[in-house]
């Protein structure tokens, strides 16, 4: 067979199998003689910008009969494929709408003046209609995160039990809620071209994902996901998506494609949309569905992060995963676990009779989760020792974030670590001073690390209890509401000599802590770089269904007006302890010989001589909002 007969038997399949398809026809132009050339670029984008296209939904996209009025779709082109003379690739002369323009030649560059006349074609050896892929080793790189994220959200029990909640005029209105809000307040906002594209592909990956499948109980197998799926690829490839409407209008679409099997309902759709639409944002930014669940077991209306709060329903353990199950940071003090003398390095094995070993800590915390009154067995192993069994009973905790405060045994130096800032933060930690000045403190250790962050409000008032004058912290976001300058208030601050310990898992408010501390020269910093985490959460109650909603407005800045995010803190100390307190804290104990000696004193005195421009104590209303996420790593329960 003749190349000519070829191309025209190939062409002549793909024909066909568009006309049967249910997005096959040719879409209608944008507007004027450009809007087929138009939509041929956007293939061209689409391609490069997901570049895991399958084969079949690019050619499907693609293909269209090159005859009458559909030859516009290729300028240039042909209307016949019989029409290509035979030959080289450079001794055809037809545009290649996809290939950018060569550079005109010189004399010199021209044939016959030394020059190699052969063309280096991108897509050697590929269809010339079908636009270049991203390279294999991205393609993989890219799907992988994308099931990762996938994998992450549905193997939550509470976000699936969410979703399944979601009826159809929710999902709307939770798919408008979101873009509206990430329109007028996030900081850097994509288009909904990329938004819809993401959760086109977010979906197309999805329908192999097995936390997915398996969380909405749908088949892998299953003819209709297989065709939702090719539908899916060509709902996208011939326009390129403008704004809100046109956004709604494909998720519409979707909706109505979507096979009429339980589990692939128009709330998982919206959902999907929704979910991908902020996964194109920062990693920072989520979107946290209440667990509908957990408002019936527990009986709470709050749906504000448990981290953050004074109290919570549990056994009162903070926890993080390990191979083995979950293993636990420390016992909340005054819970049933500390009664219980369950010790940080317990290893929890099964959770009612179930074994967890190797189970995702959303997925363990869910067992954990119970009402006030309720009883839960545990099976804990100690030290590698025999197994001990527990039997608790779950009730209101409150969660202290204050810890180990106590005078450093041989000296004078007051210690205390903070865990996180929450909404009682500013009491505890003011308590705590109170009770080491009392008891002799001359000198004070802030232990930070591990502190993932919480509500700027309360780190601002804590810094404010000990920086006496100078900015604490300044915003700056794309609107003039999310700028914002903090400075020290306080009349009356401690003046005692200090020192603030960070590792790599001080983040966010913490920073903002230990940067106060440091470059207003009011102590100094030991341990090691901090997180680096300089972007500003601010959260947003749900209209559409119970939930929040976190988006990046800003960016935090030091008191010299460094760029925090990706930086961090740079200790004055840098103390390299890779194990911890495992052989020794040798963070702390370079702490102790630090705030004994002669430079925190001359700091703490020199800090001492100045003063607040304003003793007011009334702080942006807007601070109320801007909090951290929970921090995925430990729960506390």
Known sequence: MTTSNLLKLTLAVLTAITATSAFGQSPPADGGTNGRAGIV?????????????????????????????????????????????????????????????????????????????????????????????????????????????????????????????ISRSQAVQLFSEVSQKIDERSLEPSSYDVRVRRAVRNLTIALNNEAFLDGLGLS????????FRNSLGRLTNSVRVQNFQEALHILNTAMMQAPAMNGLTPGVLGFEFTSASIDTLDK?????????????????????????QEEIVGIGLEVREH??????????????????????????RSIDGQDIRGMKIVSSMDLLKGSSGSRMEMRIDRDGSESREYVLTRRIVRVW????????????????????????????????????????MKSLIVDLRGNPGGLLTTCVDISDQFVPCGIIVSTKGRLRSDDMLQEATYANTWSVPMVVLIDGNSASASEIFAAAIQENKRGLVVGARSYGKGT??????????????????????????????????????????????????????????????????????????????????????SLDDIMDPSYPGMIVL
């Open 284 to 308: 920072f930014s989520g979107l946290e569905p209440a667990d509908p669940g957990l408002r019936i077991r527990a009986g709470k209306d709050d749906q504000s992060s448990d981290i953050l």
């Open 401 to 440: 974030t204050v810890n180990d405060a106590r005078i450093l045994s041989g000296t004078d130096t007051g210690y205390f670590s903070l865990s996180r800032f929450s909404q009682n933060s500013t009491a505890e930690v003011e308590q705590v001073l109170n009770t080491l000045h009392s008891t002799g």
């Open 41 to 165: 670029q956007s293939n061209y984008r689409s391609a490069r910008f997901f570049g895991e296209m399958p084969a079949q939904s690019r050619l499907l996209s693609l293909s269209r009969p090159l005859t009458g009025q559909a030859t516009d779709d290729f300028p240039g082109l042909p209307a016949s494929l019989s029409e290509f003379p035979s030959g080289k690739a450079s001794d055809r002369t037809i545009a290649d709408p996809f290939r950018p323009k060569r550079p005109d030649r010189t004399d010199e560059q021209k044939p016959g003046h030394g020059s190699d006349d052969r063309e280096e074609l991108p897509w050697k050896g590929q269809d010339p209609f079908i636009p270049a892929p991203l390279p294999v080793s991205e393609q993989d790189k890219e799907s992988s995160a994308i099931d990762e994220v996938i994998t992450i959200r549905y193997q939550n029990p509470a976000t699936v039990r969410a979703i399944r909640a």
């Open 536 to 621: 500003v959460q601010t959260h947003f109650p749900l209209s559409s269904i119970q939930g929040d909603l976190r988006l990046t407005t800003a960016r935090f800045y030091s008191p010299n007006g460094r760029t925090m995010s990706g930086n961090g803190v740079i200790p004055d100390v840098g103390v390299d302890d890779p194990d911890g307190i495992l052989n020794g804290d040798e963070v702390l104990t370079e702490a102790i010989q630090i705030a004994q000696g002669k430079t925190v004193k001359d700091l703490a005195i020199a800090s001492g001589n100045c003063r607040p421009q304003s003793h007011s104590a009334g702080r942006s209303s």
């Open 220 to 227: 892998a197998d299953s003819f209709q996901l297989d065709g």
């Open 323 to 348: 191979a083995d199950g979950l293993i636990v940071v420390k016992p909340v003090r005054g819970g049933p676990a500390a009664e219980a003398d369950i010790r940080p390095g317990d290893i929890i």
